[in-house]
């Protein structure tokens, strides 16, 4: 959960991780030589896109899985696609989730490129096939079509991986557009609206919650913490990388 105290019934948050326990058969296993059935993105380069900052804070900060001793992460070597299912999209949408995309993408070097509009619905199943390689939905939904938006809770995010691998395939974000929009109409509401898209976009690459009051990954929101705390920067930063998926 993420909200923004009693006075707001904003914000957020649920986190999604769906860890797939689904073993590849023996058959596909040898097939793909032991490895875990994801292709190479045909836009993947050999070197990452780009590097993480060199962070000066350091703060608390938690990652959603872990696989021996390191984050599970995206790819920093290749983009990660997104499309968008703007059904209940808020006023300036377009531009609030390009802001936040732009701001992960400062802290961690990861890419992402927008593919598009779809009118795909927000599903737990979404990237229950191990090596999915769906792009990452972000759907501006509300409690009628995802129970889990009901209360307080204005978006869920999360990614997937497969069992064992350091390397998520896919995610989702879901945004609860008519409470978003109650908050865009209060003082400050962009930036407050901004920063519940940027920490589902957070737990989108990887970082779980902090018990901590002024990081913006703290499962429940504050005013005026609507940016990246230290100890979020400094998670963000370990998320990107400069090591490639091998394929
Ligand atoms: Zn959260």
Redesign the pocket.
Known sequence: M?SLGRRATAA??M?VVVILGVSLAPTIEARLGGGIGFDRPVDASAEPLALPPQVQTTGPHEFLREVDGEPVRYDPCAPIHVVVNPRTAIEGADEMLQQALDSVTAATGLTFVQDGVTDEAPSDQRGSVPGSQDPVLIAWSDPDEVEALEGSVAGIGGSVSTRGSPWFDTGAVTLDGPQLADVLRRPGGWVSARGVVL?ELG?LVGLG?VDAEDEL?A?RGRPGIDDWGPGDREGLAALGGDACREY
Do not use: D, L
């Open positions: 993420f957020v948050t986190v920490h737990h919650h990954m499962p």
